[in-house]
């Protein structure tokens, strides 16, 4: 068991390394240097190469991937130019909001998607499973944003059932003001989200569902007069969620990842939106802080979808 | 005379040979049920519009500005879908754009399936070292953080253009085709055509192209129609949020994006309404399509 963890905790050092590198070339790659918002066209180039000497980008390009490295390995992620504050507090404040959204739009992926794969898996073939395989044809073809815009134009616009955007009323005050201010913000991009989401997981369960239904073990269990509840919810479902809590390190990670649209198309100041205003403002050292979070958090993501595998299910940890 | 028997005998040759092809089997299966053909009739019906459409238009006018026009409403001054903040005809916009994002959709899908199909053959059928190394590189490009990447690539690389983001994107696409492809041609590795065809001499290269690829062409078709869809989704999305195709080539994505501003969404319904249907209508077709075919693509394998 710990060698199985231990073994892919190892593979993920190489894959850490270069991923980077890989984030640090983009860096170098993007134009213009970090100071185009802080000098004006009187700036001599003297300045210019004092700031440049200042923040260490004359040195060779190795030194200074050595030193960005060494730097990350202690927390700090440098400083954004253009902000004037410190990285690691910028991206702390965003992470939040996006935490947040994420862990909603998880729990309502969850809620929503299993109870829909148990009822198509059990009714296969009738009503239930043809009005379920049809909601999951069309959440399944329609790209995620057009889902967004237009549940943003109808629960928020037009019906005006729910904020338009941001995490929190101006006059919401005292915790429980904050508390349901925040949900109410959170509530309807969250349920967007998680709907688009779940076509993997309804389609996984109701597939296990319905090839471990004619298994053999579960006829033993029948036939030795186990009765029908307890060899769905202990055979049958038990069998079936394996591949839903295999993928689950990867549908939190790929929400958090995948947040830049929804926070784009509903104001959501998070980290996905972070991301896409420092892209247009050129603060590349914010650039490279969340690209490399979201690498991490994505080979985090599978490094915790293999151990559940891996605690799941034996036959995995043989190997 | 002589010529004509030759030429008859060498065709029932061929059709003996040949089973019916994984296109015609493909065309059957649209055709047997009527909501696939409406869908199927649906796809032909924009593409008609689009392509041909375009072809009476001139891009540099479609982009011209007009700003004396700008923010004409529902079928003003003789524009259908009114105009744009730059005067721009919508309806000249959604056909432009509509072509534009169905060509990406299509080349992303042709350039990934080729490089898919070659790297998953190879790799699935010399298997051992060969097979480990290519998967690594894919399980690396895997875990890499597409949208973030993709965004940054196209702000940085010079001479940005349609083409550049078709490459960018085919970047990251391959490697799910390649992993499918490779699974498929697994499971062929071992079967007897192969082997006979390896004991009686027949080259590596003959056998992946010529007989394993021919056993996969219903998959291959599949899943060209349902990457499609896909990968117009990633486009549009990019040009929605203002990292797709370059300002001056419409994109429906682009049309979509003037959503983004709370007074367009609300009072400006023309600017963004019909890309965001036409986008819906093309992509739940695609799909219906092409899940009807993986259907009875898997209804097949059963039987086998």
């Known amino acids: ?319 | 005379m002589a010529l004509f028997t030759i030429g008859k005998k060498k065709k029932q040759d061929e059709e003996r040979v040949i089973p019916p092809s994984a296109l015609k089997v493909a065309f059957q299966e649209i055709f047997r049920s009527k909501t696939t053909t409406v869908a199927f009739c649906t796809i032909v019906f924009i593409l008609l519009f689009t392509f041909v459409g375009s072809l009476f238009l001139k891009s540099s006018q479609v982009t011209e500005m007009h700003i004396l026009e700008s923010y004409a409403g529902w079928g003003e001054n003789g524009h259908i879908f009114g105009t744009d903040n730059g005067g721009r005809d919508i309806f000249k916009l959604l056909i432009m754009g509509g072509r534009n994002s169905i060509m990406i959709g299509l080349m992303v899908t042709l350039l990934c399936e080729v490089v898919g199909l070659v790297v998953g053959l190879v790799s699935g059928y010399f298997g051992g070292a060969i097979d480990n190394i290519i998967m690594r590189i894919v399980d690396f490009i895997q875990i890499l953080p597409q949208m973030p990447i993709l965004i940054v690539l196209v702000t940085v690389v010079p001479n940005y253009n349609a083409m550049t983001l078709v490459l960018l994107i085919s970047m990251f696409g391959w490697t799910t085709e390649a992993r499918y492809y490779r699974s498929f041609v697994l499971s062929q590795r071992e079967r007897d055509y192969v082997l006979a065809s390896k004991t009686s001499g027949s080259s590596n290269a003959k056998i992946m192209f010529r007989e394993v690829l021919p056993n996969i062409a219903s998959m291959i078709i599949i899943d060209v129609v349902l990457s499609v869809s896909g990968n117009i989704g990633i486009e549009t999305g990019l040009s929605f949020i203002g990292y797709g195709l370059p300002p001056k080539t419409p994109s429906l994505g682009t049309l979509i994006g003037y959503a983004n501003d709370p007074v367009n969404i609300i009072d400006r319904p023309w600017l963004w309404l019909p890309a965001t249907i036409m986008l819906l209508i093309i992509c739940l077709s695609i799909n219906y399509v092409g899940q009807a075919l993986q259907k009875a693509g898997d209804a097949r394998q059963r039987e086998n």
Do not use: C
């Open chain 1, 1 to 319: 068991m710990w060698k199985t963890i231990l073994k892919r905790v190892l593979i993920m050092i190489p894959q850490l390394i270069l991923l980077s590198m890989i984030v640090f070339i983009l860096a170098k790659m993007m134009p213009g240097d970090p100071f185009t918002g802080l000098i004006n066209p009187n700036s001599s180039q003297a300045t210019i190469n004092h700031l440049k000497h200042v923040y260490g980008l004359d040195d060779p390009v190795p030194v200074q991937y050595l030193r960005w490295v060494k730097n990350l390995l202690h927390g700090d992620f440098g400083q954004s130019y253009i902000q004037h504050v410190s990285v690691s507090s910028l991206i702390a404040d965003r992470a939040q909001n996006t935490f947040w959204l994420s862990l909603l739009s998880t729990l309502l992926l969850y809620g929503i998607a299993i109870p829909m794969g148990i009822a198509a898996g059990k009714h296969e073939g009738e009503w239930q499973d043809r009005a379920i395989s049809i909601f999951n044809y069309v959440t399944y073809a329609i790209p995620g944003f057009v889902f967004y815009l237009l549940g943003l134009w109808l629960f928020g616009f037009t019906l005006g059932w729910f904020p338009i955007s941001g995490t929190v009323s101006a006059n919401a005050s005292g915790f429980w003001g904050v508390f349901w201010s925040r949900l109410d913000h959170m509530i309807l991009p969250a349920i967007l989200y998680a709907i688009i989401a779940t076509t993997g997981t309804v389609q996984y369960l109701r597939t296990g569902i319905i090839d471990n239904k004619v298994e053999d073990y579960v006829k033993t269990a029948r036939s030795k007069g186990v009765p029908e509840k307890v060899v769905f919810n202990k055979h049958i479902l038990r069998n079936s969620f394996l591949p839903i809590a295999a993928f689950l390190g990867n549908t939190i990670t790929g929400l958090l990842g995948g947040s830049m649209i929804i926070e784009t198309v509903f104001s959501f100041p998070g980290m996905g939106k972070l991301f896409l205003d420092s892209i247009a403002q050129r603060d590349y050292t914010t650039l490279t802080a969340l690209i490399m979070i979201y690498g991490t958090l994505t080979l985090l993501g599978n490094l915790l979808s293999d151990i559940i595998m891996s605690l799941v299910d034996p036959r995995i940890r043989v190997k």
